[in-house]
């Protein structure tokens, strides 16, 4: 079990913005997620992954792809009272799912640095 | 209604691995939250704070005034598999609750930048 986040790196978030994003996505997706697998990834400790996409398309066919897989998957758009315009897509959060079925959607995907 | 996240500054997180801290205290410190706050919480769209403290000792300083105060409250320790030594205090998560609530605890605290 496992939980991932792909993050729009082309929009260079400071830190504390794409830390509040990346909660925003994680706690979204969880709670879009069945209650078997909460329960399953919750008794595991909750791991998370933070991965890099490289702009805002790619976020959003990573989504439509997850989407199409019957994953559990929330898309972060920005309010846009501080950093970025309104409705710009931050992240998105994948899971909590079975790691071999997130793996096929994110598993070319590079750790955000 | 919002949610904080104190982070330990002094551990110079790369950005990644921030994210995952802060998105897994923002998760524990909402399921150790009351329903009726959890739903408030949610319905106005879950507004999420990441501020700064300078140190471990600062960010313990913090847990225990929280559950001081009966909110609720989640101190996060690394695991310790990747950047930083295991039982590290990474962050602490507080609330969802009432904002004048949790600015008792962090109104003094910048955010992180």
């Known amino acids: 079990m496992k939980q991932v986040i792909v993050v729009n790196a082309a929009l260079k978030l400071p830190r504390g ?12 997706s969880f ?6 697998l909460q329960q399953a990834w919750l008794e595991v400790g909750m791991p998370k ?21 019957n994953l559990a998957s929330q ?19 994948i899971g909590p799912a079975q790691e071999v079925d997130i793996n096929k959607i994110t598993g070319s995907l590079k750790l955000i640095v």
Chains 1, 2 share one sequence.
């Open 75 to 93: 898309l972060i758009k920005d309010a846009g009272k501080t950093v970025v315009s309104a409705g710009t897509i931050t992240c998105v959060g």
């Open 49 to 69: 992954v933070v991965l890099s996409a490289s702009n805002e398309e790619e976020v959003l066919g990573i989504y439509k792809s997850a989407q199409g897989a």
């Open 17 to 28: 913005k794409l830390s509040a994003q990346v909660a925003h996505a994680s706690l979204a």
């Open 31 to 36: 709670l879009s997620s069945q209650p078997n």
